[in-house]
C-alpha cells in the first residue's frame, strides 16, 4: 500500500512537470493558426524515419543479443560495454564520428573512390535511419541481453538434459522471451526517433526530412510562433501515447516463473550457427567501432591542454548528472514496483519535447527569479523526468518479475518497507538497477537542452560549452572537449553498470 501511495504522488508530480510546460505555452500561445501543408509532411517524415528506425534497430539487435548471450570468449565484457556507447554520447559528437565514416569525405565513399564508384549520399532519410540505428541498435541489444539472462538457467539445462535441438529451444525458450521484451523496446526507439532533432538537423537535408521536433524548433528559434510550436507539440504526444497503447496490447508475458540463481547455462550450438555468431558480432562491432574511433582520433591531439574553463564546465555536468540519476531511477523503481498501470505514466516524458519543456520552464521561472541562478536545478530536474522512461523500460520486467515470484512468499513473511527493500528489492534487481544508473548518468551529462536556456556565461555545462567552442571556431579545443565529454559519459555507465553486474554475480 506504501508503493502504491508513493507511487500515486509520484505519477501525479511527473504527470505535473511534463504536461505543465506544454500547458503554460498553450496559455502564452494566443489563437494558433492551424497547421499548414508543411507541418502535416514533417508529421509524415517523423512516422516513416521513427518506424523503419525502430524495425531496423531491433531487428538487427535480436542476432548480435542471441550470439552474446550462447557464446563466451575474450574481450564479450568490454563489447557489452561498449554497447552502451553510441545511445550515450552527446548525439551531435555521434554524428560527427558518423560522417567521418560515411560523409562525403567519409572512409566509405574514399573507398568507394579508390575503386572507381560513384560516391553515396548520408544525407536525407536514409542517413537519418542509418543515425538512428548506429544510436539504438546497441541499446536493444541490451534490452534483449536482459531478457535472454533474465530466462531461469534451470530452463536451459531441462532443455540441455531433454536433447533439444536449437530449433526447438528457439521455439520453447527465445520466442517467448522475445514475445516480452521486443514490444517494449520497439517502443521505446520508436518514441525516441519520433523526438529526433540533432539527428534531422545535421543528417535530414532539407524541408522534405524534417521532424516535428526540428519544427518545433524553428517555430521557436525563427518566427517564435507559439501556437504552432504547442500544436506540433500537442500532436507529438498523441502519436506517442497511441504507440504506448499498441505496445500494451500486443506484449505478452514469458511465463517461465523462478529460477533457484543458479549459474546461467549457455547452449552454443557448433556448425553454421558459430560461423553466423562470429560474422554478426565481428560486423556489429565494426559499426560501432569505426565512427567512435574517428571521434577519438580527432579529440586526443588537445585533450592535455584544455583551457581550466572546460574542467570547471566538467564539475558542473558531474554535479548535474549525478543526482539526476539517483532521482530517475527511485522514482522509476516505485513506479516499477507499483501497478502496471504505472507503465504509462512513466513513458509519459518520452513524448515531451524537450524545447518545449524547456520554453514552458523559462516562462514560469522568469518572472520571479533570475533563469541563470536556477540552472543547474532545473536541468538536474529535467534531466531526471526525462531519464525516467528508460530507467523504467529497464527495470519493469525484472520488477514485476519479482513481484509475481516472491510477492506472496513476502507477504506471508510479512516483509515490508526498508526491511523488503532491502533484503529482497535491492539483491534481486542490482544488475538492471547499476544499468539504469549507468544510461541515467551518461544521458544527463551529455544533455544540451534546457541548460541552453537557462544558463549565464560562467555556467556552462560541458556539453553546452562544446557548442559555445564550435561557434567560436575553436575547433581543436571543441573536439578535446567534446572527447572529455565521450570519456566521462563512458565511466559514468560503465561504473554504475559494472557495479550492478558484479554485485549480482
Known sequence: MAVRALALSLGAALVALTLGPLALVLARAGDAAGLGPADWAAVRFTLTQAALSAVVSVALAVPVARALARRRFPGRGLLIALLGAPFLLPV????????????????????????????????????????????????????????????????????????????????HLERPMLREVLPGTLLVIFVICLSSFAVALTLGGGPGATTVELAIFQALRFEFDLGRAALLATLQFAICAAAVLSAGAVALPAGFGAGLDRKPVTLAPGGWRRFADAVTLSAAAAFLILPLGMV????????LSLPPEVW??????????????????????VLALAAPAFGLVATLPLAASSLVLGTGLFLAAHPFVNPSRIALPVTMLVNAVLSLPFAFRILAPEARALQADYGRLAAALDLRGLARLRWLTLPRLRRPLGFALGVSAALAMGDLGVIALFAGEGGATLPLLVQRLMGAYRMEQAAAAALLLVLTSFALFW??????????A
Open 92 to 171: 551531435i559528437v555521434a554524428v560527427l564520428g558518423l560522417l567521418a565514416v560515411f560523409g562525403r569525405s567519409g572512409l566509405l565513399n574514399r573507398g568507394l573512390e579508390a575503386l572507381g564508384l560513384p560516391p553515396v549520399s548520408v544525407y536525407g532519410l536514409h542517413g537519418v535511419v542509418l543515425a538512428h540505428v548506429f544510436f539504438n541498435m546497441p541499446f536493444a541489444v541490451r534490452l534483449i541481453l536482459q531478457g535472454w539472462l533474465a530466462i531461469p538457467a534451470e530452463r536451459f539445462r531441462l532443455a540441455e538434459s531433454l536433447g533439444l535441438t536449437p530449433r526447438d529451444v528457439g521455439r
Open 296 to 303: 577519438v582520433a580527432r579529440g586526443v591531439p588537445g585533450l
Open 312 to 333: 570547471a564546465a566538467a564539475g558542473r555536468s558531474l554535479a548535474v548528472a549525478l543526482p539526476s540519476a539517483l532521482l530517475a531511477v527511485s522514482g522509476a523503481l
Open 495 to 504: 561504473v554504475f553498470d559494472r557495479a550492478g553486474r558484479h554485485a549480482s
